[in-house]
C-alpha cells in the first residue's frame, strides 16, 4: 500500500507555462516535506510545511498543506528548464518517531 | 555544508558477490538511512540507524544487512548480490528531532548484478 500517492507520474511542459503536482493520502502527516532530484544527484530540501493549511513560497513555488493535514501541492509559476527534475513529498507519521515515507515522484520536464 | 559521501558512484558485481556500499557523513547528524530507488516504485527504505550500533529494518530488510561501528559511517552489505539488488542506492542522514528533521542525501550508487 503506498501511503502518499503523488500525481501526475510524468509531466512534460513548454517554457514558461504553470503546473501543479500533488501529494495525497488518506492518512494524516505531522509534516510533510517536498525534495527536488536533478540527475545523477540525491535529492534535496525544497520546503517542509508543518500546519494544516499552511502556505509557503520559494520563489517561483508554491507549497500548500491541506487543511487535514493529509495532502499537499507544489505548484509551479512560469516553468523554467532549471525546473526539471525528480519532485518527491515525503511525510512524517506518528508525530516524527518513524521515518519519512515517500511518495513515488513526478518526474518534470520543461522544454525551452 | 553538510556532505554525505558515498564510496561508489557506480559499480558492477556478479551474482553471489558480496557487495559493500560505504556512506560517510561530516555534520555529525545521529540518524542515516539506506534507501534504494527504482523507477516507478520510488525511494524505498532498506535499513536506518539513529545511533552508533544500532540499526532498524525498513520496509525492504530481505538480502541486505547494515554496520554503524562509528557515528559518520553507516555501511549497507549484500551478503550475495542477486539481480533483482540491481538499482540505485542512496544514504541520507539528518540530525535527531526524532525523524522530522530534512534528509542530506549521497549522491547515489548504482549496482549492477550480473
Known sequence: TQLLEQSPQFLSIQEGENLTVYCNSSSVFSSLQWYRQEPGEGPVLLVT???????????????????????????????QPGDTGLYLCAGSRNSGNTPLVFGKGTRLSVIA | DVKVTQ??????????????LECVQDMDHENMFWYRQDPGLGLRLIYFSYDVKMKEKGDIPEGYSVSREKKERFSLILESASTNQTSMYLCASSLAQGFTGELFFGEGSRLTVL
Open chain 1, 49 to 79: 510545511v508543518v500546519t494544516g493549511g499552511e502556505v509557503k513560497k520559494l520563489k517561483r513555488l508554491t507549497f500548500q498543506f491541506g487543511d487535514a493535514r493529509k495532502d499537499s501541492s507544489l505548484h509551479i509559476t512560469a516553468a
Open chain 2, 7 to 20: 564510496s561508489s558512484r557506480y559499480l558492477v558485481k556478479r551474482t553471489g558477490e558480496k557487495v559493500f
